[in-house]
Structures are given as C-alpha cells and as structure tokens.
Nanobody
C-alpha cells in the first residue's frame, strides 16, 4: 500500500487562495502521475491537476489559469496552489498516485 497524505484544505472567501500538499513515497514519482481529483456530492469525480512522470502537467478545464501544480521530489511532495477560488470549487480534494492509490481527501469550502 502506497502512503498518501494530503492537507491544506479549509474555508476561504471567493477570490481567495489555498495551497494543498500531498506527501507520498519517493518511488511513486518514477512511475506514476501524482495530483488531485475533486469530488462534489452527486457529481462524477473530476480531474483537477496531474503531474506526469516526465514532467508534463495536466489541468482540468475548469481550473486552468487559476490553479498551479508543482512538486518537490526531494520531499516526496506535490503542491496545488489554488487562486481566485470560486464557490463552484467547493469539493473534497483527493490526492492520487496513478489513479491507483488515493488519499482520504481534504475539504475545500469557498463561501462568504
């Protein structure tokens, strides 16, 4: 079982920012994508951002230009900087390795 531990969620006002962290294992970065999907109750799980093994970045259409994924491989960690947050971004954000292993999720709520 691969260890995945995400953190950084919370309550923020529209237009605000949050930074999520996902700590995993060193071996993951050699073979698997690492990043986030988000889950809204009653809706299908949605791609947010992925970092591929060769460094390619993928973003969901709804977050392009607002969210930025980055990595610190020496710390076995990936980050998601979320700016210009909208109420529609409210969701449970779940870190994944290769879409095979999943963290427990961290809740992001955007509200006035």
């Amino acid at each position: 079982q691969i260890q995945i531990a995400e953190s950084g969620g919370g309550l923020v006002q529209p237009g605000g920012s949050l930074r999520l962290s996902c700590a995993t294992e060193a071996s993951v970065f050699r073979f698997y994508s690492v990043g986030w999907y988000r889950q809204i109750p009653g809706k299908e799980r949605e791609l947010v951002a992925l970092l591929m093994p060769r460094g390619e970045l993928r973003y969901g259409d709804s977050v392009k230009g607002r969210f930025t994924i980055s990595s610190a491989p020496i710390n076995n960690t990936v980050y998601l900087q979320m700016d210009k947050l909208l109420p529609e971004d409210t969701a449970a954000y779940v870190c994944t390795a290769g879409t095979l292993w999943w963290g427990r999720g961290t809740q992001v709520t955007v509200s006035s």
